[in-house]
């Protein structure tokens, strides 16, 4: 690596170490929790295959491509933070086909930072048979695109995405309790993925979830809510299945071309009044078109729906 760009690398990720939370903010939604500092004060440069199993723990910046092939496990402990080069090919990512686990908790999540308009795919990509398991993990600019049926993720942030947060290909993993925020696309769903979505906030992107080519996930108990377009969008014959969710207030439709909705609570969406409920059982409505079927609505808001942090 030439001298000057590896020495911008340890600028930045020493000073990445030394904020409390990259926000600079210590409460959940709008970009931390504790906030604790790193373990390490040296930032780690890391790139190229893994031989072994790693600890990754303090301030890491991934340079290139970090591959975690077919039995080896990357661990990165709780408090690290993890960067993603700029300017380098090919794009900053780790690519696990073995595992991942990427485990932080309340006090001291595990931050992952990538450039948030960068046109560069930054973030972990999780290939088929790959096992990963993310929690209490905060993503800002970086992105999450698994292909794997061994993925769980759980109290995680998503924020400042220039695309998708997170895409799910070909798979059914489990997303749930998580805050998707600031993003092009909080969740995309894609290839006849099968996810389940549960007990998340998708909240104040461009769109909330968006289903492409044959996308099925089970949508259950999230709040989708202050999106700039649709929260809902299904494209290339997919079918999501829509319940117990509270749906309020985006742009566009609360849920446009595809999915079956039962007992959701739909206000507020398509411009109406923020107090207008959707109580139309017709697949083309004031705040729905072209679903499949709508069999029941709600009249008020789902209280179990949304994030279970705080309950």
Known sequence: MPRTRLLCLLIVAACFCGCGSPTGRG????GGWGGSSALDSEPNIKSG?????????????????VLAPEGVTLTIQAGTRVSFAEGVEPSSKIIVEGA???????QTPVFFAGEPQSSEWHGILLEEGSVGRLTYAQLIGGKVHTRSASTQVSYCQFTENAGAALTIEGSNPTVEDSLFRRNVVGI?????????VMNNTLMGNVYGLVCDDGGQPT??????????????????ASSPQIQNNNIMRNGGYAVKDGGRLLDNFIQGNNGLPPTVVEISLSPQASQIFGVEEVI???SSPNSEAGERRFR
């Open 27 to 30: 409460t959940y939604g709008d």
């Open 49 to 65: 295959r893994m031989t072994a199993d790693e600890v990754w723990r303090g301030t890491v910046v991934v340079d290139g491509e």
């Open 100 to 106: 991942i686990y990427a485990q932080g908790d309340f």
């Open 188 to 196: 995309r769903v894609i290839r006849q993925a099968a996810p389940d």
């Open 219 to 236: 949508v259950d108990r999230n709040v989708i809510a202050n999106n700039r377009e649709d929260g809902i969008l299904s494209r290339g």
């Open 296 to 298: 029941s609505t709600r």
